[in-house]
């Protein structure tokens, strides 16, 4: 079963429309939110998903071009990567991935971040 988008020119909202087989998708409905007539209604192309395999997005990860605008030096640049890099992830992430990401967009960086990740290496260590 289709579903199509269009777009009234009449009072330019957008609206969804299911038809129960394609051939029924030739004829145009009429506006469900002013009732225009389907000469107003205009069909739009719609986004589309596409599902990746775990080893297709794994060689994406790969890609050296993925690095290629990142800039160390500047935590938005870093943000935007990380943002990438977790919607290529999926679900996978720690539950405190999004805030990281937030902090580093608003300019902070991970050594003044509240509540910086412990990334285990010891801190004021004495010699011995």
């Keep these: 079963m289709p579903v199509y988008e269009y777009r009234c020119a009449a009072c330019r909202r957008r609206s969804?429309?299911?038809?129960?087989t394609f051939a029924a998708g030739a004829a145009t409905p009429t506006c469900p939110h002013c009732?225009?007539?389907?000469?107003?209604?205009?069909?739009?192309?719609?986004?589309?998903a596409v599902m990746?395999?775990?080893?297709?997005r794994l060689e994406d990860l790969a890609d050296p071009s993925m690095f290629g605008d990142v800039?160390?030096?500047?935590?938005?640049?870093?943000?935007r990567w990380a943002r990438k890099l977790g919607q290529q992830l999926g679900e996978?992430?720690?539950?405190?991935?999004q805030?990281?990401?937030?902090?580093?967009e608003s300019g902070e960086t991970p050594e003044t971040a509240?509540?910086?990740?412990?990334?285990?290496?010891?801190?004021g260590a004495l010699d011995d």
Aim: glycine content about 6%; overall charge negative; cysteine-free.
């Design 92 to 97: 996978d992430l720690p539950d405190d991935y």
């Design 114 to 123: 509240e509540g910086a990740v412990d990334d285990g290496s010891p801190t």
């Design 16 to 20: 969804s429309h299911l038809f129960r």
């Design 35 to 48: 009732g225009a007539a389907p000469e107003q209604m205009t069909k739009l192309i719609s986004r589309v």
């Design 52 to 56: 990746k395999s775990e080893d297709s």
């Design 99 to 104: 805030e990281m990401v937030e902090q580093l």
């Design 71 to 79: 800039n160390e030096n500047d935590p938005r640049s870093v943000a």
